[in-house]
């Protein structure tokens, strides 16, 4: 195994306390007001917004420096319609005989059900899809790690550079997804990991009257 190459770090840039605490502030307070949204408009989206945000999310660190992601964009109305189609009737099957009433009950406050209009009326669906292994040009597999973490990171920092954009975004999970494998023609060693739909919000969008557990409920310092 040859060493591992190095350069110095020249992209840290180190602020004053107090400019710390200003913009951790500042960050804090535009996140803050990101919604998930299920009401979206059909106004176009220019794609360089699509494109710089991805590069945010491709940026994000993984698991041995796998990258272990695959973002497809989809903006073809064809295409959209399908994935609607196909989500739809999983998550007819869901809210019908799959779910146990405690994660209806749980999904209740949310007002959720099988209908997904806005997988059809958002400029952009970007499936995100989780790479468990790659096939080198010479047909070898080869494991990559921490998958699950590293996706998940890369779809949190994607979710606030779409907020930070000034756009609203909904993460939609209908299970079981292999049907995006085949509607988007990618590989069986990727596996579906979310459907982000983004877009503009409806201009009568609303969202569920809910609120976030206290610091005291879920940070501990110690």
């Not at 195994?1 to 180190?14: D, H, K, N, Q, V």
């Not at 109305?77 to 749980?106: M, N, Q, S």
């Not at 099988?114 to 970007?126: D, F, G, H, R, T």
């Not at 085949?182 to 919000?201: A, D, N, S, T």
Request: charge should be neutral; hydrophobic fraction near 40%; charged fraction near 25%.
């Amino acid at each position: 195994m040859s060493a591992p190459g190095f350069i110095p770090l020249t992209t840290y840039r180190e602020f004053p306390a107090q400019e710390i605490v200003s913009r951790a502030k500042s960050f804090r307070d535009e996140m803050l007001r990101r919604r998930t949204v299920r009401q979206f408009s059909s106004r176009p989206v220019p794609r360089e917004v699509i494109e710089n945000c991805l590069s945010v999310a491709r940026s994000a660190p993984s698991g041995a420096n796998k990258q272990p992601w695959h973002f497809v964009v989809v903006s073809d109305a064809e295409v959209k319609a399908k994935i609607r189609t196909a989500a739809e009737e999983e998550e007819r099957r869901f809210y019908h005989g799959r779910a146990p009433k405690e994660w209806l009950d749980a999904l209740a406050p949310l007002g959720t059900d099988e209908n997904k209009p806005y997988l059809e009326v958002a400029p952009y669906l970007i499936v995100i899809f989780a790479q468990h292994h790659e096939i080198s040009t010479d047909g070898r597999k080869m494991k990559n790690y921490y998958v699950t973490e590293s996706v998940g990171i890369a779809t949190g920092m994607l979710i606030s550079a779409i907020h930070m954009a000034g756009l609203v975004a909904l993460t939609h999970t209908p299970s079981p997804m292999g049907f995006l494998n085949e509607i988007l023609g990618r590989p069986v060693q990727e596996k579906p990991f979310l459907i982000l739909v983004v877009g503009y919000p409806d201009g009568e969008a609303h969202v569920p009257d809910i609120s976030k557990k206290s610091s005291e409920e879920c940070v501990t310092f110690i």
